[in-house]
């Protein structure tokens, strides 16, 4: 495990590359590294508007690069730093990743008051899906739940 | 508006970019499709352990390609099918990109039976930070939350 200086070390790494990205006008302030025994192995910084994807986050960037630098889609065993709170897009990337600890700098609320709507998508989750904004409707079930069965049927399926 | 003939016939596409995914072994059995204006703007289907990519879901996949077929990072005015209710990563992925409504056929319970985690990790949403199973500890908060400072004082920033 990092020693606590080591783990500033790595925070203050995100917070640079949230930084360079902010002013080189890839995307808004965000930077994140993706740690494995006390070693950077995947970087990224918000890249939603230069690159026109709203999935282009830096916590999502990071986890891919540190996949490609490992030749896996588990990054169970890494830690991950993030300059800003991860949003719940981030947050379930981290969880599917098997990430194990995320250390951030700014939270949700200093994310809000920069114009960013983290909060506001957090709140959506706490509520019933009849209550959000984004309209959720049910459509076929039958069909689409025949898709696990084949699934878990498949002999040379790659779990996940 | 599509009417409902068209809404089934964009599931039933969804269901059938899972099954092809799934049947070619590029990832879980999950597929889903953007559509704009009465017509599919963007296409995708699970390819995590073939890209060796824990992001690569089919909504995420199907948004960025929405986004390149558009040339914005803002599907506003969009839906999407999904061959599964989306995880909590693409559901703020969902969010992110402004999507107006969600149109899914299995449900998360289905994905649990499947061997999915999606019913587990909504259930973290739902927990406190401290109650989690991944660990999540803030550092040197005043440094990440000034980069929001500089962000709102940037002249030339582009929001999103």
Redo the contacts between chains.
Sequence with gaps: MPQLSD??TF??RA?EL??HG?NN?F????GAVVVNNGKIVGEGYNE??S?????A?AE?IA??NA??EL?????SGCVI?C???P?????????????????????RQ??A???F?DEF?FA???TSPQQRK????????D???T??T???H?P?????
Excluded at 27 to 30: E, L, Q, R, V, W
Excluded at 51 to 55: A, L
Excluded at 88 to 98: S, T
Excluded at 156 to 160: I, K, V
């Design positions: 783990e500033n925070m203050k917070i949230a930084r902010m006008n995307g808004g302030p965000f939603v508007t690159r026109k994807d709203p999935t986050h999502v986890i891919r996949c490609k030749g896996t889609f588990d990054l730093f300059s800003c709170e949003c719940p897009m981030c947050l379930g990337a981290i969880y599917w990743a098997r990430i194990d600890i995320i250390y951030y700098s700014a939270n200093n994310a008051k920069g114009g709507d998508i959506e989750f706490g984004v309209k959720c409707f049910q459509l076929i079930p069909q689409g739940t898709l696990f084949e699934w878990i498949k040379d399926r790659t779990s996940y």
